[in-house]
């Protein structure tokens, strides 16, 4: 199997317990809803993020009612260790290879903790999950581990031909993944006043 | 209360779509009374024409036409009352019931143009790719040309 770099963090407000992932059919069952939202740092996914905490968690939440709850999900593409310039094969020395992984890292905690903002401004509470490798293939794997109710990404809006060569993980995981998927479009440029 | 968002559902006479049917109502209409979204439900009456296709020898006689539409008028009807029992069985009655002609792809999002919807709901048969290029897939083509959020809800194949 490949291998799989996976960091949890939980809020620091919230403080989430790690729930068993059980099937029964509990009462409650209804109400805890996972939300599993990929992320990364375009803003059309912070869009899909606004999104899904405004038309999913609006009600307010009934004393008694678990709240839903929202997993982040960041994959960061692997880097290869190695540089193909034209001419012989050159190695990445070590310190390169700390720099990226630092600025990765950077990236990543950026992104959450814009992300945990938005989510405790709408009192929601949040997991995020850090994976490295294929974005499209980590985010299926990760909706099915985690046995997510819906998953949530955005769409930069490709057009059919850039689809084809740049590749679509939206796309892809609308066909691949096996929960329900919300692809969140972004919203067109006369629609702006729509917001809020 | 600011006014609801829209939320589109599309139906086809299959169990995958009433499965996503029942699958939005216990995520986005329970309690029903509190809901964020208007529901409404289309379903796309497809032409008797193009549910035959160009026909061949024989085929093009009005009497095939007419039974055809028969068909596809009595299957809309029973989609609709199918929905309709469903939604009341949850409680949900604030709903909007639309049947209109037209291939299903187009019929979804030009709905979309027609109601404001910040949603639409599909259903998904579930195609492999090769299926999908052949018998076409609307959750597809809607996807991409749809002007809003597109929620595809899968029947899963084992019920965990």
Request: net charge negative; with cysteine.
């Amino acid at each position: 199997m490949d291998t799989t770099t996976a960091e949890t963090s939980s809020t620091g407000a919230e403080g989430a317990a790690h729930q068993p992932l059980t099937t029964a059919a509990t009462a409650e069952e209804k109400s805890k809803t996972k939300v599993l939202v990929a992320m990364d740092e375009s803003d059309g996914s912070f869009y899909a993020l606004k999104w899904a905490l405004d038309h999913f968690f609006w009600y307010p939440i009934q004393p008694d009612q678990e709240p839903g709850m929202i997993i982040l999900v960041h994959v960061q593409p692997i880097f290869q260790p190695f540089i193909y310039p034209a001419g012989p094969v050159v190695y990445a020395t070590p310190s390169m290879l700390d720099s990226v992984k630092q600025a990765q890292a950077q990236n990543a905690a950026s992104i959450f903790s814009r992300a945990l903002q938005m989510c405790k401004e709408k009192k929601i509470k949040a997991e995020t999950l850090i994976l490295e490798g294929d974005p499209k293939d980590r985010i299926c794997q990760a909706a099915e581990q985690l046995h997510a109710d819906l998953l949530v990404i955005g769409s930069r809006g490709l057009g059919t031909i850039k689809r084809a060569f740049l590749g679509s993980a939206s796309n892809y995981c609308a066909h691949h993944v096996q929960c329900p998927i919300l692809i969140v479009k972004p919203p067109p440029p006369s629609k702006e006043s729509h917001l809020e | 209360m600011a006014d609801k968002q829209v939320m589109i559902m599309a139906l086809d006479e299959s169990d995958h779509s009433f499965y996503a049917l029942d699958w939005i109502l216990t995520q986005f209409f329970s309690p029903p009374s509190d809901s964020a979204f208007k529901l409404i439900i289309i379903h796309a009456k497809t032409s008797p024409v193009s549910a035959i296709g160009l026909g061949g020898p024989g085929l093009g006689s009005t009497d095939v036409l007419h039974l055809v539409e028969a068909d596809l008028t009595k299957t809309a009807e029973k989609v609709i009352s199918r929905a309709k029992d469903l939604c009341t069985s949850r409680s949900v009655t604030d709903v909007q019931y639309e049947v209109i002609k037209g291939d299903a792809r187009n019929v979804m999002c030009e709905a979309v143009e027609k109601f404001h919807a910040s949603v639409l709901t599909l259903g998904s048969h579930g195609y492999g790719a090769f299926k999908r290029a052949v018998l076409g897939s609307v959750s597809d083509y809607c996807c991409h040309h749809a002007r809003c959020s597109v929620m595809i809800v899968k029947k899963p194949k084992q019920i965990n």
